[in-house]
């Protein structure tokens, strides 16, 4: 495996852009791409999870989407994570595969979440079948279980898995359980993992127990502010940093109490970019116009710390 650049810092966790009837709408991927990298100063993206509906895509549609990304962002990103994850094993190796074609920086997996691993030793077999369609890719673990229900501990899964997955890179750790995420960078001793957290509104305790970076939603449009709060952590300056994930998490929280997820993500996106998402692919529907106007006003209403 060719070494990369190590991945570190914000990674924006990609919205697919529909159109009114429900087709990924590939041509503003584009300027998706540049006003990330030039509005949010983000320049690493994670393709195909969860805030892109990835599950929902099928794999033609999350094949067009890497290639897209992969093409839009040559010489702007500097990382290009393709999420291959599926329930059936055969579409996740034809996924690795094609992210492996098409030069992706790095690949990652969910676990299964309706036949369950139910243990490390199922859970390691299957990621194993899918880091091998792929074996000079950069590979990384999902770990989401709000949503998969697999709640194999992450520090459980790296004993051993450099031994049976040679492309194993890190984890996304999408879950509250800092414990968890300690113990696996306690472990990282010689530093050869990465460990990118997931619960944006958390991201500062994570940082504290020594996360590399974080992947997410929310980078896609408080970007900048969170690479400000990033800054203030390094200098350190504890009490700017802590404004900064405060406020995050001051907006959060109302749009939370309203009713938050991928299709509130996608209109957030779409009044603070321009950027027109569209909507969600069913069984998720659009966000209401009550919820835009609330949220865009609170958004609007917050005073970072940078004089926004």
């Not at 199922?122 to 697999?150: D, M, N, R, S």
């Not at 990118?196 to 991201?203: A, H, K, P, T």
């Amino acid at each position: 495996m060719t070494p990369s650049r190590k991945l570190e810092g914000l990674v924006a966790a990609t919205i697919t852009p529909m159109t009114p009837d429900g087709q990924i709408n590939l041509p503003v991927i584009r300027e998706y791409v540049d006003y990330l990298v030039n509005e949010q100063n983000v320049k690493n993206v994670f393709v195909n999870g969860t805030t892109g509906e990835g599950l929902s895509l099928s794999i033609q549609e999350r094949k067009q989407l890497a290639e897209e990304w992969m093409c839009q962002g040559k010489d702007k990103l500097d990382h290009v994570i393709i999420h291959v994850g599926a329930l059936s094993l055969p579409e996740c190796q034809e996924l690795a595969r094609h992210a492996a074609a098409i030069g992706a920086g790095g690949i990652a997996v969910i676990a299964p979440f309706f036949f369950k691993p139910t243990s490390k030793d199922e859970l390691v077999a299957f990621l194993q079948k899918v880091a091998a369609e792929a074996p000079e890719v950069p590979f990384y673990y999902y770990h989401i279980p709000p949503l998969t229900g697999v709640k194999i501990r992450v520090e459980e899964l790296l004993d051993g898995i450099k031994a049976r997955i040679p492309t194993f890179q890190g984890v996304k750790f999408s879950d509250t359980d800092l414990l968890d995420l300690a113990q696996c960078i306690n472990k990282n001793e010689t530093g050869q993992f990465e460990f990118l957290y997931g619960v944006d509104e958390q991201l500062l305790g994570a940082l504290a127990v020594g996360a590399n970076g974080a992947v997410g939603s929310t980078y896609n449009y408080l970007g900048r502010q969170t690479n400000l709060m990033l800054q203030a952590f390094a200098k350190p300056d504890l009490a700017l940093a802590q404004k900064y994930q405060f406020l995050t998490g001051e907006f959060l929280n109302f749009v939370i109490k309203l009713g938050f997820g991928v299709a509130q993500t996608k209109a957030v996106m779409t009044f603070v970019s321009g950027i027109p998402m569209g909507p969600p692919r069913l069984p998720l529907v659009g966000a209401s116009s009550e919820f835009i106007v609330k949220a865009k006003a609170k958004l609007d209403s917050i005073v970072w710390p940078d004089g926004d």
